[in-house]
């Protein structure tokens, strides 16, 4: 590079070293130019030259010296000076994300052999040279590889849940046999329950009457020692625990060992009610011997299902609707509930997953207006996946019988804590009607929905139900992992329903604590049987 002055000072030309090419030319006025502007003008030059410089080496490394005008380098030189790059590396971007496009359309080459690990896959890349079409179906194929990979995971998982699930737990059913084993050997675990002084009260409709219907001796004494701890007035309350032959020793000793005064605590098993009577349920004693339901429920839950068109979600509610505890009596006890207690009027029924953390008497003032059943509808509320059930969820309208009685859009309500009138449910076909309506889908083979109490029970309680506000029954605490904790705590009644059961290894760890609050971990035979602690 040169700088060229004029004899006469009167213009300044910078050109390249092979003088074919003005980088600048500055021309002086006709006049006398003092020797501090002169000097100035130096002074800038001299601080722009290296830049000029770096930048014309660049280009002319990439060729501008076949530029033949000053018009030609501005060009080139123009958007460096400005500080804008080329459009290469976009251009680059385009035609990559078009063979993208184009791979994903076409189908992948077969025999492809596939890298186990990113890492194989630069290797092989830099190895065997691949273009960018086969890098990309490469890519797809792994990446295609991998979601296959991850959803049979997942639905390996599901399954391992749900077996997890229906099983019993060492501690839980160690603790049945112990206090089974204590029944025949300690007279106080025989003791009369309740006492022969308090047996009138069993039948005393000024007292709060709550149903319990399990086998799961821990989960009941959950729900009479919370309801208990979180009653304003606990003399008030009386407990019927109902419970199965094999369970009723074990249930009767735990309750006769561990009072829960001044409540009042009846254990009574399906065995001890004269009106259970085959003749009396006969479809539910179709239901538990039936081969075909029986291996619904028992068989392999994978076998003739299409997982490649069902979501991970939708599987686990199949599962879910498919526990073992769906064809137990004690399950369908409640549908009994005004002839196994003909003297009562109203009762509160509760599962047994629920823990109580408020006091329940209001419950027998409402008004229920005439209706049978009062519960929280589940078609509406905070959670969406909770709380957004309808008839649609629940039935195949595909059926005929189906799409002809039932509307898909109707709310459905939650069972598990509900106020029934039985004076106004003895006026009803209400029983009639579910044993009609699980005939007819034993007909069909379980195809007009795959039982469950609660089906049946949306069809027989139509036109019965008085919705009570939400906050008295909370939903989904076993199977929602992001249960919102506030709204747990400020509800009356709190539902574990789903796999996830607070006693199991697989419950939620940080739901757990509102449970186990009210399992005495003191006591000797749930220490010695080793019950999972918070």
């Known amino acids: 590079m040169q700088l060229h002055f004029s004899p006469s000072m009167r213009s ?5 070293s092979n003088g074919f090419i003005d980088l600048m030319k500055i021309k002086v006025a006709a006049r006398h130019i003092s020797y501090r502007t002169l000097f100035h003008t130096i002074l800038i030059l001299a601080f722009l030259l290296p830049f000029v410089f770096i930048l014309t080496a660049v280009v002319t490394l990439e060729g501008v010296n076949k530029c033949s ?12 000076l400005l500080g804008r790059a080329d459009d290469s590396g976009q251009r680059l971007v385009r035609d ?15 025999g492809l052999k596939l890298p186990d690990t990113f890492s194989q896959l630069v290797s092989e890349m830099k190895n065997k040279q691949y273009d960018a079409k086969t890098f990309a179906f490469m890519l797809r194929a792994m990446m295609e590889k991998l979601e296959r990979d991850i959803r049979e995971s997942k639905f390996a998982e599901l399954m391992n849940k749900h077996f997890a699930a229906s099983a019993i737990p060492k501690g839980i059913h160690c603790l049945s046999l112990r206090l089974t084993d204590e029944y025949s050997s300690n007279a106080h675990a025989r003791k009369q329950l309740p006492s022969p002084e308090l047996l009138p009260l069993l039948s005393d409709n000024s007292y709060h009457h709550m149903i319990v219907s399990t086998d799961n001796i821990l989960a009941a004494s959950v729900v009479v020692n919370s309801a208990v701890q979180s009653s304003l007035q606990p003399e008030k309350i009386v407990f019927h625990v109902i419970t199965d032959k094999k369970t009723y020793a074990g249930m009767h000793s735990w ?9 009042i605590v009846e254990v009574k098993g399906v065995h001890q009610f004269d009106w259970l009577t085959r003749e009396n349920v006969p479809v539910l004693e179709a239901v538990e011997s039936h081969n075909g339901i029986r291996s619904y429920y028992h068989g392999n839950h994978i076998a003739g299902a299409n997982l490649s068109e069902t979501t991970p979600r939708r599987f686990a509610s199949k599962l879910q609707a498919r526990s073992p505890k769906y064809i137990s009596l004690l399950n369908h006890l409640r549908i009994y509930i005004p002839e196994l207690f003909p003297n009562l009027n109203k009762v509160v029924f509760l599962d047994d997953d629920v823990v109580i953390q408020r006091d329940l008497s209001p419950l027998w003032e409402i008004d229920l207006e005439g209706k049978v059943n009062g519960a929280v509808e589940t078609c509406r509320g905070e959670d969406e996946w909770v709380m957004s059930k309808r008839f649609r969820n629940y039935f195949n309208f595909s059926h005929p019988l189906i799409a002809k009685n039932l509307n898909p859009d109707e709310c459905a309500w939650a069972y ?26 034993l007909k069909s083979n379980l195809t007009m929905w795959k039982l469950g109490t609660l089906p049946p029970a949306l069809i027989a309680f139509k036109g019965h139900i008085h919705p009570i506000d939400p ?10 992992n992001k249960t919102n904790i506030d709204s747990v705590k400020k509800a009356a009644v709190i539902h574990y329903n789903g796999q996830s059961k607070p006693w199991l290894q697989i419950g939620f760890e940080h739901l757990r604590p509102f449970w186990t609050k009210y399992v005495n971990y003191s006591n ?11």
């Open 416 to 441: 598990g804590m509900n106020i029934f009138d039985l004076s106004a449910w003895r006026k009803t076909n209400i029983r009639e009607t579910y044993h009609s309506w699980l005939k007819e889908n």
């Open 12 to 16: 300044i030309t910078i050109s390249s």
């Open 524 to 534: 000797d035979f749930v220490r010695n049987c080793h019950i999972l602690e918070s």
């Open 471 to 480: 906050s008295w029954h909370m939903l989904g605490l076993g199977y929602q």
């Open 96 to 110: 990559f994300y078009k063979i993208l496009n184009q791979v994903n359309t076409e189908e992948l080459p077969d």
């Open 69 to 80: 005008s000053f018009d030609c380098l501005g060009r080139r030189l123009g958007p460096r």
């Open 255 to 263: 309750f006769a060992l561990n009072p829960v005064s001044p409540a």
